[in-house]
């Protein structure tokens, strides 16, 4: 199970995406509230948020995924259950709660939003959240039977080994082309080969490496091989540039590589 969390203010649209009927959303937890409408619920949110006005982003978003599988499973009780102990995990049993699943999809998720501030008007703090959401939904998964990110990822990689083994191939003998100089080369060879390249880019704007999809799978290039990460690739197409190519590139042939 995934847990993903972040400190907001703008408590009305977030409970209009998750009280949704587009995406089927189903009423599985509240705490310490009456209402059940969307903007009753924000109210009652917003009465408790008067005693602290200090704290700006005054509500803790956050989605619980659990794999698939465990979240068709999952009944409405399950999902309550996992709210609280969600919230036990990160110290928040006494502060305000409501959440919704979305049944859309096949992987169903939970929509939780808590109330950073408590009934004495205490705010919760937000520092390092997103890790702490993280650790708090791993705590959860392991109390309540579900799969652990650490699991799926060593699922992954056992049923994905020769997969990996193949893309590995598939790049070691497109970097070997001198025609394969620079990264849109190497990512339109690649693209020949069956492989699809999706950069990643951070906030800055600035390269940060590829993500690699092939026959339906997508990897980091962590997940393969070290020769694949940014710095090595690039390496790699520098000394490509060292060599004389003696054919012209628009007569150089493309090849599938066996």
Known sequence: M????SAISHLGASLEYADNEKKNAELVHKELLIAKRAKEIKNEFKMIQE??????????????????????????????????????ELGLNDNQSVGYIHKDRKHRHLHLYVNRINFSGKAHSSSHIGLKSMKAAEQVALKMGLQTIEEVKNKKKNTTKKLRDELLKIHRAVISLKSVNNLKTYELEMKQNGVLLIASIDNFGKFR??????????????????????????????????????????????????
């Open 209 to 258: 490496g590829f993500r690699f999809i092939h026959k339906g799978y997508d990897f980091k290039a962590s997940e393969i091989h070290k020769s694949m990460a940014k710095n090595q690739l690039i390496k790699s197409l520098e000394l490509n540039t060292q060599h004389d190519v003696t054919e012209a590139p628009s007569r150089i042939a493309r090849r599938r590589i066996q």
């Open 51 to 88: 005693l602290n006005h200090n704290c700006h982003n005054n509500v803790f978003s956050f989605v619980l995924s659990p794999v698939p599988e465990d979240g068709q499973k999952l009944k409405t009780e399950d999902w309550n259950l996992l709210a609280n102990l969600f919230k036990s």
């Open 2 to 5: 995934v847990g993903l969390g």
